[in-house]
Structures are given as C-alpha cells and as structure tokens.
C-alpha cells in the first residue's frame, strides 16, 4: 500500500510564492521518479515538475523559470515562485512506480489578487 500526503496550498497573490510537500509512505522504492501535476478547472491534468531518484529533473513549460522541484527520498517539494493567475489549479503529487502511477488527494493553489 502506497499513500502519499500533500501539504502547502493555499491563497497567494500574484507575483508570491508558494511551497508544496509531498510525502510517500509504504511500499515505497526511492528509486521510482516523483513529481507533481496540476489540473485546472475543464482542462486536462498536466505535468509541473518531475524528477528521478538520480536527480534528472523535467519540467513543464509554462512553469520553467519559476518553479523548482527537489527531493530527499521519498519526500518531494514544490517551489513556486512569480505565481501567475493562470496557475490556479488542483496539484497532485505522483508517484511513478514500476510503471504504476500513484497519487496524493490534491492541494488546491489559487493565485488571485
């Protein structure tokens, strides 16, 4: 059983920052990539930020430049920063496990003046 818990959304302005956590617990292998997700209201779910236990990180591109992942084993962070109205969203932590994807319950971040 894999759980992940996801923390640190909230209300920010435009322009703010924000810090996302993302903790995975149970059969959890840290060598799987992790990273985060994030869904707007009538639009698909799209990749934010992604990184391997090795360190290759991948990033969406309306994100690159402002957002940063990092990662201490089965603990993964979100720094958001220069926030935009348009990442307003619903994140979702992911766990890529041997080919199966796991996911946290989501934290809503609203970017809103």
């Known amino acids: 059983q894999v759980q992940l818990v996801e923390s640190g959304g909230g209300l920010v302005q435009p322009g703010g920052s924000l810090r996302l956590s993302c903790t995975a617990s149970?059969?959890?292998?840290?060598?799987?990539?992790m990273g985060w997700y994030r869904q707007a209201p009538g639009k698909p779910r799209e990749l934010v930020a992604r990184t391997t236990s090795g360190g290759t990180t991948t990033y969406g591109d309306s994100v690159k430049g402002r957002f940063t992942i990092s990662r201490d084993k089965a603990k993964v962070d979100l720094q958001m920063n220069s926030l935009k109205p348009e990442d307003t969203a619903v994140y979702y932590c992911?766990?890529?496990?041997?080919?199966?994807?796991?996911w946290g319950q989501g934290t809503q971040v609203t970017v809103s003046p």
């Open positions: 149970g059969s959890v292998f840290n060598i799987n990539p």
């Open positions: 992911n766990l890529d496990q041997w080919n199966r994807n796991y």
